[in-house]
């Protein structure tokens, strides 16, 4: 799964959770995604090589805590 935003890191991703920024999640090609519970994002997207791996706590479908 990937985050609405193309984060290059995910010391970026949890700024940008820290500063209030709403981000949501998608997966390419594999249908809806949960809109609350735990997901596992990896980025940056597709064709980049993925860097970083993230457990993340969606609420209403957005990213609420990155592990």
């Known amino acids: 799964m990937y985050t609405t935003k ?3 890191s995910k010391k970026d991703l949890k700024t940008a ?3 209030g920024e709403r ?11 949960p809109a609350n ?12 090589p ?7 706590t969606v609420v209403n479908g957005i990213v609420t805590k990155v592990k």
Do not use: R, S
């Open 6 to 8: 193309n984060f290059k």
């Open 17 to 19: 959770i820290a500063g």
């Open 23 to 33: 981000i949501g999640i998608f997966t390419p090609g594999l249908g809806t995604v």
């Open 37 to 48: 519970g735990t997901v596992y994002l990896e980025g940056p997207h597709y064709p980049l």
């Open 50 to 56: 993925h860097k970083w791996y993230a457990q993340a």
